[in-house]
């Protein structure tokens, strides 16, 4: 019986060791200082913005959401090659300032901003994608008081599902954006209290691999977009259709056919520019710019064997990267790809469990996997962990030393 793999994953290995930036993994630990750490490399990052303007048309913007790693640096990295910066908390908006992305291509979107948030938005003149009546009655107060109309956008919740997503985001009764079915009254409004109106936000899920299904999220996001413009204030200027690209994380999942959504773009952006001319199409993408340029690294601690089962305990585990213990959102656990960093092929192979130093039985990184028979200070790595990492970890659990972070 064949039992799936992992999709191949091209990272280069030099004397058997990973390299990352150039740079052998065992050098790279020690110019951190200290296990564990994340690694980023900026120049895979760059190979994968230029894929996307390969295959999408040149009028398609390319927006950052931060959540999926707001590393300072990774971000100011991002702010010079992206085309606008997406922020779902106050937290972010500093980030995303910082990182010196103009004001006017940075978006605001999430449920529960506070007032505060929102007025620190309005002072930046970052676009708000409002999410219900009670932030349009804020921002108008906000506006009012600042002398300047708060620029937004509505978030809409829209009446179909991204199909086969990790998580939907709209679809359904969901906390995020208004329904679709409220925001003619909504856009009333917004021309009533004085704000300055530019356009819609529709995002309908994350992590799909499945080219149709998001392909057909996308035709129906421009066309709510179209039917929902005639009741617009003014010309949308902006149509934000979210993003919901995959990365292969788990064996079996197969790259995403990122030219079958670029000619779908292709058609789309035509679409648009024939019956809303003033919209730029905006496509925000977190996981898919950052999660294949990102690996974790921890060192092993202790081999182990319990009744014939090979252990290593690590200096790291669930409190650094939840998604890899398979308790981020993960119905069934599966693994997420792993190595032994400085001895990739290695001399003999071994079926070993990889797991932290939490006294809990979740924190495991690596169930029964092939791996190079590791001894104890070797550097375990799990790749495709340049997104949702750290940040989307409990880092307090147990209290140990937080994971560093390297952009190389
Ligand atoms: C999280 C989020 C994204 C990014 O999703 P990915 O799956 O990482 O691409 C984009 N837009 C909004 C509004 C989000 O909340």
């Known amino acids: ?14 004397d058997d060791c990973l390299m990352l930036g150039g740079i052998l993994l065992t050098t790279l630990a020690r110019r951190v200082g200290r296990t564990p750490f994340y690694a980023y490399d900026r120049a895979r990052i760059d190979v ?5 303007r390969r295959y999408f048309p040149g009028a398609v913007k390319l927006h950052y959401a931060i959540k999926a790693n707001p590393m300072p640096a990774l971000v100011c990295h991002m702010a010079g090659r992206v085309d606008g910066l997406d922020v779902a908390s106050g937290g972010e908006l500093t980030t995303a300032l910082d990182a010196g992305m103009t004001p006017q291509n940075v978006s605001f979107a999430g449920p529960g901003k506070s007032a505060a948030e929102l007025a620190r938005a309005v002072a930046a003149g970052i676009l708000v994608n409002v999410e219900s009546s009670r932030e349009i009655g804020i921002l108008e107060r906000i506006s009012h008081d600042a002398g300047a109309p708060a620029r937004v956008a509505i978030r809409v919740n829209p009446t179909f599902e991204l199909k086969s997503s990790g998580m939907k985001m709209g679809g359904g009764p969901k906390p995020f954006g208004v329904d679709a079915e409220l925001v003619p009254e909504l856009l009333q409004n917004i021309r009533s209290r004085g704000l300055a109106f530019e356009g819609f936000h529709i995002f309908s899920g994350s992590q ?11 035709v129906k996001a421009v066309e709510l977009a179209l039917s929902l413009a ?7 200027r902006v149509l934000n259709i979210g993003g919901g690209l995959g990365i292969p994380y788990f064996p079996g999942d197969e790259p995403l056919d990122l030219a079958a959504i670029g000619e779908n ?4 952006s035509e679409r648009l520019a024939s019956e809303l001319p003033q ?9 898919y710019l950052v999660g294949e340029a990102g690996i974790y690294v921890c060192r092993v601690i202790e081999r182990k064997t319990s009744r014939g089962e090979v252990f290593l305990v690590t200096d790291g585990g669930l409190h650094h990267h939840l998604a890899a213990s398979g308790n981020f959102g ?4 599966k693994n997420y790809p792993a190595l032994i960093g400085n001895r990739v092929a290695g001399g003999r192979r071994e079926l070993a469990s990889v797991v932290g130093p939490l006294c809990t039985p979740l924190d495991v990184l690596v169930e029964r996997m092939e791996l190079a028979q590791a001894q104890e200070g070797d550097l375990v790595v799990v790749l495709q962990s340049g ?9 307090a659990f147990l209290s140990h030393p937080p994971a560093l972070e390297t952009l190389v």
């Open 279 to 287: 919209a730029a199409l905006v496509v925000e993408l977190g996981r």
């Open 1 to 14: 019986m064949n039992l799936p793999q992992h999709a191949p994953m091209d990272w280069p290995v030099v």
């Open 48 to 52: 994968r913005i230029d894929l996307l």
């Open 230 to 236: 005639q009741s617009a204030p003014a010309p949308v």
């Open 265 to 268: 773009l292709y058609v789309l």
């Open 208 to 218: 799909n691999l499945q080219a149709t299904a998001i392909c057909e999220a996308q």
């Open 330 to 333: 993960q119905v069934i656990r």
């Open 387 to 395: 997104a949702y990492g750290l940040t989307a970890s409990p880092g």
